[in-house]
């Protein structure tokens, strides 16, 4: 094939591509456009998750009618002109791409009244051509519509994710620039129905009400530091209040949001030792300094940054944290405990003491044999057929991984039970092994509707938007649980009814953690869904480590272990069982010759 | 201290204040009970700072002092002393008390009574008064509603209203609500309302025994606290801080399906159907049955579960209105009709989603002095 030079449609379609990828990012960048207008108020409007239309109105100083149509052409801008400006970039665009972009995949509209004109203007660009300019009446400032996002690119749209998942990232980012400009108003509607409505009185904390609910928002901390160049504030979570993601850490460099490893990890490294492994904090945090000092000219959407001086940003960073940490973290209350504690934590050290107890090399010599399902029996569910069923029952289950019948020893630590079955000694986690049978018959049930308790009153839940939509997708589901909710507001919620099975705890929190965390993308068919809600639900209602149990109910909890499909891992895959094999009592002991 | 007591009240008095000692604190002396001489007797006291219990025994004084003995050892060595005068005394010096009972002679290693936290005096001559029956018999009839789930505090309570010469207790656990009035025996012009820890009632009721007595009850202003006290013991327990639901707006106003049945036999029938129902989710359906105008209607009682079986049973009542099928958790059926004292007892409902209420009936009850609400389960299919 001869190489050539491509089209100019072609070549515009691929640096769209770098820059506008998903209708969020549209929507990022007329939202920069406006911000950069000077707008004070903004309003958006997207209709099919921003693929029929994305439709953003400012009242900034709009685009006279002689520069109309330059600004639709690549490369052009009015926030830049000479190469010296790009270090010194104080707007938050400034590549001259975005409405080029825009215009070579959709049907754009601009229409435009500066505030000196008369009349506006407006223009329409299609898959890149251009109309002629026509005046008409409009308001101070500039509206973009965009139309049919990606029609004239269908594998663009093959990639788009689901509608929901779309819409939930324009509603992330748009509360963000809403947090990192409170005193610009935003309207967002999403299919007519408001998303999201901000005052502009510059109060962050209303705003991130909207982001995280009222209940987090209002844990959140303050974070205030400033150096001779460096200007921090915005919000973090206090130790109580983490997430087992990264996604709720967002940093804002000159109100530009931007991802970066090395700032992310200062602020865990200001949380250091104060939260548990896996765990991570929420943080909203925005970084004002001069902008000779830093280089935004590296990523097409500007996600990414580059620092003149890092160390000295991340120090800072680091210690502005720790202040607002230790400052505002109480010491925790002494309380009555019924768990049991010992005196003094058995130090992890102590498993080196005999070598001959070392777990890890034990294990490394095969005697021990600790039953965990590996990860290859995880199959791809949805590549098999009848992948749904499969789904269904949590994990594929094999018909060699039943338990033999147990002996009850006893229970130690409150946590595990000691077992002994014709191969040797079991060690069960109860937790972990309550959460299995409570899991397997729910599951065994589900294809009716579950029993519930109905509650004398019933308890309102308020959710952030993205859990609330969840939810709010997932209600028949949940009805079949045994929950009973009926949406009371746009993010509230009424529990009318829970499942027998959590009648004992707090229906509030007992809803809230079903939706907390949970990832809608990782797993698109539903049968999938439904089983993680049911093995929370489980996890929620399985009896707790620490919990002492009687004789009968040790009994009772191995002889329903013993009738489950695959009783050696619970719902989440950990391990519910330790096997120590006869033999490897008999070797451990000197019975028998060491291998 | 040197003090001369009789076994059998010794052995009594640790059994009284044995409930309030919390053997595994981080704080050594709250494993411990207090002795003190105290105006001709022996005051016994044990706390684990939320509740504190003190009992005074008569007590032949030589010298007064206090110290702290270790509850445990201590009870199980009196309750194995034969059945005369127990003598002891103190080395102050050493902390050891020697115990003498016949041929028995211990010493004791004590902690000093400085260390165990002050149990303040409280004044109660202005306290209401209660008569222990009746007093034991409404904590009875309220205390196995509360919630033992510590994730919501305020239902662990017992909210106590004081208004015009009536006392109301109410407690609930989110699906269940018991409440229960009557009078006290002296009018008080100040209103109280306050929510105490449903196990520091348990407690009260188990440890009040004289039925004929009074009990007097006092909140200290500003302390957070409530004591009630006898003429023996008294009883200080931490309030619980907080907002307790409006139950009032919760207790329906109206029924269309009431039956009336007897009490006995419908608590046997719910626990032939909780022998089922406990394997499985606790569902008992009740079928209120009117069969005609002239024969008794009847309510059939139901339970099943996969593993075990099934049970029913059919109750004559007595029937106002229309049908009705409608399930509840068959413990909170049984728990309620075991406090109620009167042969009959009405079950009131609406619909099967509507919260059912029941309640004693009997020429000697005073309307409203009982009353319970439970809220219906929802069957699956």
């Given at each position: 094939m001869p190489i050539r030079i491509l089209s100019p449609e072609i070549a515009s379609q691929i640096a769209a591509g770098e820059v506008v990828e998903r209708p969020a990012s549209v929507v990022k960048e007329l939202l920069e456009n406006?911000?950069?207008?000077?707008?004070?108020?903004?309003?958006?409007?997207?209709?099919?998750?921003?693929?029929?239309?994305?439709?953003?109105?400012?009242?900034?100083?709009?685009i006279s009618e002689t520069e109309l149509p330059i600004a639709v052409e690549r490369h052009a801008t009015s926030k830049l002109s000479t190469s010296q400006d790009l270090f010194h970039i104080t707007t938050l665009g400034f590549r001259g791409e975005a409405l080029a972009s825009i215009g070579s995949v959709a049907r754009l509209t601009i229409t435009s009244r500066p505030l000196d004109a008369d009349v506006g203007t407006r223009l329409k660009v299609d898959a890149g051509h251009s109309s002629p300019i026509e005046p008409v009446g409009a308001p101070v400032g500039t509206q973009v519509r965009v139309e049919d996002l990606f029609y004239n690119v269908p594998a663009r749209l093959k990639f788009l994710k689901h509608e929901t998942t779309e819409r939930r990232l324009i509603d992330n980012l748009v509360t963000r620039y809403a947090l990192a400009y409170p005193q610009v108003r935003f309207h967002l509607f999403q299919e007519n129905k408001p998303a999201l409505q901000t005052s502009g009185n510059g109060d962050r904390r209303e705003i991130l009400a909207a982001l995280f609910g009222v209940e987090q928002a209002r844990q959140m901390l303050d974070v205030l530091a400033q150096d001779d160049w460096m200007h921090v504030t915005g919000f973090?979570?206090?130790?109580?209040?983490?997430?087992?993601?990264?996604?709720?850490?967002?940093?804002?460099?000159?109100?530009?949001?931007?991802?970066?490893?090395?700032?992310?990890?200062?602020?865990?490294?200001?949380?250091?030792?104060?939260?548990?492994?896996?765990?991570?904090?929420?943080?909203?945090?925005?970084?004002?300094?001069?902008?000779?000092?830093?280089?935004?000219?590296?990523?097409?959407?500007?996600?990414?940054?580059?620092?003149?001086?890092?160390?000295?940003?991340?120090?800072?960073?680091?210690?502005?944290?720790r202040r607002a940490l230790l400052a505002?973290?109480?010491?925790?209350?002494?309380?009555?405990?019924?768990?049991?504690?010992?005196e003094n934590p058995p130090a992890p050290t102590s498993r080196q003491i005999d070598p001959a107890w070392n777990l890890d090399q034990v294990s490394a010599r095969k005697g021990w044999q600790v039953e965990m399902q590996p990860e290859l029996?995880?199959?791809?569910?949805?590549?098999?057929?009848?992948?749904?069923?499969?789904?269904?029952?949590?994990?594929?289950?094999?018909?060699?991984?039943?338990?033999?019948?147990l002996r009850l020893v006893g229970q130690v630590a409150n946590a595990y039970l000691v077992a002994e079955g014709p191969d040797g000694l079991y060690l069960i986690d109860q937790h972990a092994a309550h959460e299995r049978v409570l899991f397997e018959r729910f599951m065994s049930q589900l294809p009716e509707v579950l029993p519930s308790q109905s509650l004398l009153q019933p308890a309102t839940v308020d959710l952030p938007p993205a859990n609330a939509r969840l939810l709010t997708d997932q209600l028949p589901f949940l009805a079949r649980l045994g929950f009973q909710v009926e949406t009371f507001g746009p993010h509230t919620f009424l529990v009318r009814a829970v499942p027998n099975l959590l009648a004992g705890s707090d229906p509030a929190a007992a809803l809230r953690v079903l939706v907390e965390d949970f990832e809608e993308d990782e797993t698109p068919l539903q049968a999938e869904r439904e089983a993680r809600l049911v093995?929370?639900?489980?996890?929620?209602?399985?009896?707790?480590?620490g919990h002492a149990l009687s004789p009968d109910e040790q009994r009772a909890l191995l002889s329903d272990l013993e009738a489950c499909q695959s009783p050696r891992t619970c719902p989440h895959g950990r391990p519910t069982m330790i096997h120590l094999s006869v033999d490897l009592l008999e070797r451990q002991f000197g019975r028998r010759g060491a291998r | 201290m040197k003090v001369t007591v009789l076994q059998e009240n010794l052995a009594h008095g640790l059994s009284i204040v044995s409930r309030a000692v919390s053997p595994r604190s981080t704080l050594p002396v709250l494993a411990n009970v207090l002795m003190a001489t105290d105006e001709g007797r022996l005051r016994l006291s044990a706390t684990n700072l939320e509740l504190g219990i003190t009992c005074w025994i008569g007590a032949k004084i030589e010298e007064d002092g206090s110290t702290t003995v270790p509850a445990r050892t201590f009870t199980d060595l009196v309750s194995t002393l034969s059945d005369r005068e127990v003598g002891m005394s103190l080395n102050v010096r050493t902390q050891t008390l020697n115990v003498r009972c016949g041929a028995s002679n211990t010493d004791l290693k004590c902690i000093d009574a400085q260390e165990f936290p002050p149990m303040p005096a409280v004044d109660t001559?202005?306290?209401?008064?209660?008569?222990?029956?009746?007093?034991?018999?409404?904590?009875?009839?309220?205390?196995?509603?509360?919630?033992?789930?510590?994730?919501?505090?305020?239902?662990?309570?017992?909210?106590?209203?004081?208004?015009?010469?009536?006392?109301?207790?109410?407690?609930?656990?989110?699906?269940?609500?018991?409440?229960?009035?009557?009078?006290?025996?002296?009018?008080?012009?100040?209103s109280i309302s306050a929510v105490i820890p449903a196990r520091a009632l348990s407690e009260l009721a188990r440890i009040a025994s004289d039925g004929e007595q009074l009990v007097t009850m006092v909140m200290p202003r500003g302390r957070g606290q409530v004591v009630f006290r006898t003429k023996d013991v008294e009883l200080v327990s931490q309030l619980i801080d907080g907002t307790f639901p409006d139950y009032e707006q919760i207790i329906p106003t109206?029924?269309?399906?009431?039956?009336?049945?007897?009490?006995?036999?419908?608590?046997?029938?719910?626990r032939q159907a909780e022998i089922f129902a406990r394997e499985g989710s606790h569902i008992a359906r009740i079928n209120i049955l009117a069969t005609g105008e002239l024969q008794p209607g009847s309510?059939?009682?139901?339970?099943?579960?996969?593993?075990?079986?099934?049970?029913?049973?059919?109750?004559?009542?007595?029937?106002?209105?229309?049908?009705?099928?409608?399930?509840?958790?068959?413990?909170?059926?049984?728990?309620?009709l075991d406090v109620i004292r009167t042969p009959n007892v009405a079950l009131e409902t609406s619909t099967d989603t509507a919260p059912g209420m029941l309640r004693p009936v009997g020429a000697q009850v005073a309307d409203g002095e009982f009353l319970h609400v439970i809220m219906p389960m929802h069957l699956g299919s």
């Amino acid at each position: 094939m001869p190489i050539r030079i491509l089209s100019p449609e072609i070549a515009s379609q691929i640096a769209a591509g770098e820059v506008v990828e998903r209708p969020a990012s549209v929507v990022k960048e007329l939202l920069e456009n406006s911000l950069d207008a000077e707008a004070t108020f903004v309003s958006i409007k997207i209709e099919g998750a921003g693929q029929r239309l994305i439709e953003v109105t400012d009242n900034g100083s709009g685009i006279s009618e002689t520069e109309l149509p330059i600004a639709v052409e690549r490369h052009a801008t009015s926030k830049l002109s000479t190469s010296q400006d790009l270090f010194h970039i104080t707007t938050l665009g400034f590549r001259g791409e975005a409405l080029a972009s825009i215009g070579s995949v959709a049907r754009l509209t601009i229409t435009s009244r500066p505030l000196d004109a008369d009349v506006g203007t407006r223009l329409k660009v299609d898959a890149g051509h251009s109309s002629p300019i026509e005046p008409v009446g409009a308001p101070v400032g500039t509206q973009v519509r965009v139309e049919d996002l990606f029609y004239n690119v269908p594998a663009r749209l093959k990639f788009l994710k689901h509608e929901t998942t779309e819409r939930r990232l324009i509603d992330n980012l748009v509360t963000r620039y809403a947090l990192a400009y409170p005193q610009v108003r935003f309207h967002l509607f999403q299919e007519n129905k408001p998303a999201l409505q901000t005052s502009g009185n510059g109060d962050r904390r209303e705003i991130l009400a909207a982001l995280f609910g009222v209940e987090q928002a209002r844990q959140m901390l303050d974070v205030l530091a400033q150096d001779d160049w460096m200007h921090v504030t915005g919000f973090i979570s206090p130790t109580s209040l983490t997430r087992s993601h990264r996604r709720d850490i967002t940093f804002f460099v000159n109100g530009r949001p931007v991802q970066d490893a090395a700032l992310a990890a200062a602020l865990l490294k200001g949380y250091h030792t104060l939260l548990m492994v896996g765990r991570y904090p929420i943080a909203v945090l925005f970084l004002q300094m001069p902008p000779e000092l830093v280089d935004v000219n590296v990523h097409p959407a500007k996600a990414e940054v580059r620092f003149r001086e890092p160390e000295r940003i991340f120090t800072g960073l680091q210690g502005a944290i720790r202040r607002a940490l230790l400052a505002y973290t109480p010491v925790p209350g002494l309380q009555a405990q019924l768990r049991w504690a010992p005196e003094n934590p058995p130090a992890p050290t102590s498993r080196q003491i005999d070598p001959a107890w070392n777990l890890d090399q034990v294990s490394a010599r095969k005697g021990w044999q600790v039953e965990m399902q590996p990860e290859l029996d995880r199959q791809p569910t949805d590549e098999l057929p009848g992948g749904a069923a499969h789904a269904l029952a949590g994990q594929p289950s094999f018909p060699d991984t039943r338990v033999p019948i147990l002996r009850l020893v006893g229970q130690v630590a409150n946590a595990y039970l000691v077992a002994e079955g014709p191969d040797g000694l079991y060690l069960i986690d109860q937790h972990a092994a309550h959460e299995r049978v409570l899991f397997e018959r729910f599951m065994s049930q589900l294809p009716e509707v579950l029993p519930s308790q109905s509650l004398l009153q019933p308890a309102t839940v308020d959710l952030p938007p993205a859990n609330a939509r969840l939810l709010t997708d997932q209600l028949p589901f949940l009805a079949r649980l045994g929950f009973q909710v009926e949406t009371f507001g746009p993010h509230t919620f009424l529990v009318r009814a829970v499942p027998n099975l959590l009648a004992g705890s707090d229906p509030a929190a007992a809803l809230r953690v079903l939706v907390e965390d949970f990832e809608e993308d990782e797993t698109p068919l539903q049968a999938e869904r439904e089983a993680r809600l049911v093995a929370r639900v489980c996890k929620r209602a399985a009896v707790k480590a620490g919990h002492a149990l009687s004789p009968d109910e040790q009994r009772a909890l191995l002889s329903d272990l013993e009738a489950c499909q695959s009783p050696r891992t619970c719902p989440h895959g950990r391990p519910t069982m330790i096997h120590l094999s006869v033999d490897l009592l008999e070797r451990q002991f000197g019975r028998r010759g060491a291998r | 201290m040197k003090v001369t007591v009789l076994q059998e009240n010794l052995a009594h008095g640790l059994s009284i204040v044995s409930r309030a000692v919390s053997p595994r604190s981080t704080l050594p002396v709250l494993a411990n009970v207090l002795m003190a001489t105290d105006e001709g007797r022996l005051r016994l006291s044990a706390t684990n700072l939320e509740l504190g219990i003190t009992c005074w025994i008569g007590a032949k004084i030589e010298e007064d002092g206090s110290t702290t003995v270790p509850a445990r050892t201590f009870t199980d060595l009196v309750s194995t002393l034969s059945d005369r005068e127990v003598g002891m005394s103190l080395n102050v010096r050493t902390q050891t008390l020697n115990v003498r009972c016949g041929a028995s002679n211990t010493d004791l290693k004590c902690i000093d009574a400085q260390e165990f936290p002050p149990m303040p005096a409280v004044d109660t001559s202005d306290g209401l008064q209660i008569k222990v029956s009746e007093l034991k018999e409404m904590i009875q009839q309220v205390v196995f509603a509360a919630s033992t789930d510590d994730a919501r505090p305020i239902l662990t309570g017992v909210l106590m209203t004081v208004k015009g010469g009536k006392v109301t207790l109410a407690a609930a656990d989110g699906f269940r609500l018991s409440v229960r009035k009557a009078d006290l025996a002296s009018t008080s012009g100040h209103s109280i309302s306050a929510v105490i820890p449903a196990r520091a009632l348990s407690e009260l009721a188990r440890i009040a025994s004289d039925g004929e007595q009074l009990v007097t009850m006092v909140m200290p202003r500003g302390r957070g606290q409530v004591v009630f006290r006898t003429k023996d013991v008294e009883l200080v327990s931490q309030l619980i801080d907080g907002t307790f639901p409006d139950y009032e707006q919760i207790i329906p106003t109206k029924f269309k399906t009431r039956a009336v049945l007897s009490t006995s036999a419908f608590l046997k029938a719910c626990r032939q159907a909780e022998i089922f129902a406990r394997e499985g989710s606790h569902i008992a359906r009740i079928n209120i049955l009117a069969t005609g105008e002239l024969q008794p209607g009847s309510v059939e009682i139901s339970g099943q579960s996969e593993e075990t079986g099934s049970n029913q049973n059919i109750v004559e009542a007595t029937i106002e209105g229309p049908n009705i099928l409608i399930a509840f958790n068959v413990r909170f059926l049984r728990e309620v009709l075991d406090v109620i004292r009167t042969p009959n007892v009405a079950l009131e409902t609406s619909t099967d989603t509507a919260p059912g209420m029941l309640r004693p009936v009997g020429a000697q009850v005073a309307d409203g002095e009982f009353l319970h609400v439970i809220m219906p389960m929802h069957l699956g299919s």
